[in-house]
């Protein structure tokens, strides 16, 4: 993975010493039910986390620079949401903030770079953005970050007790991004 640097923050490989960081917000009630898992119980369960991410290679930690602490993640995944599409080169963006940062444009920040990044690196065609219908502070990322809604579908979250969802799937083009960027 490639280091990428916004304004305030520093989107890097994870490390196994990130736990603390991980753990202090991935035992919030807030953060990883919006996100699809259950709460860490311990810091020993965030550093085995910690691995998959580093082993899937996917998953950047989301470092603010002025305190040099990883205060979220930020992944660009291997999936295609619309099954019609599978002929274009895709991937979605996931992310996840540390409540106490909440407000302050932290991951709209984190989301664009990855959407340059995306487009004008790896040369996507399109990049997906998806969250659940109760999930309003991933609805203003979204928003936020330019991406158009196309679709919901239903979905069964198995790593929280198979509870049904209703998932909406934005995506932002190649076109609409270089357009927007002009």
């Known amino acids: 993975m490639e280091t990428l640097f916004s304004e305030r923050l520093i989107l890097r490989q994870w490390k196994e010493s990130d736990s603390k960081d991980l753990y202090e917000y991935a035992k919030s ?5 919006n996100a699809g898992w259950a709460p860490h119980n311990s810091e020993d369960e965030s550093k085995e986390v910690i691995k998959l991410f580093i082993e899937e290679n996917d998953t950047y930690a ?6 040099n602490k990883v205060i979220g993640g930020v992944g660009l995944h291997d999936r295609q949401p619309d099954k019609g599409l599978v002929d274009l080169k895709q ?3 996931g992310y996840v903030l540390n409540p106490d940062y909440w407000g302050r444009g932290m991951i709209p920040e984190a989301v664009n770079r990855v959407i340059q990044y995306g487009f004008e690196k790896l040369d996507l065609d399109i990049i997906w953005c998806g969250h659940f219908d109760f999930n309003y502070n991933s609805k203003r990322v979204c928003e936020k970050c330019g991406f158009q809604y196309r679709f919901k579908k239903k979905n069964i979250l198995k790593r929280l007790g198979n509870k049904e969802v209703t998932s909406l799937y934005y995506s932002l083009t190649k076109e609409e991004y270089f357009n927007s960027h002009v």
Request: cysteine-free; glycine content about 8%; hydrophobic content about 45%.
């Open 29 to 33: 009630e807030l953060v990883g039910p």
């Open 62 to 67: 989301v470092v603010l620079k002025e305190e």
């Open 91 to 93: 991937k979605e963006i």
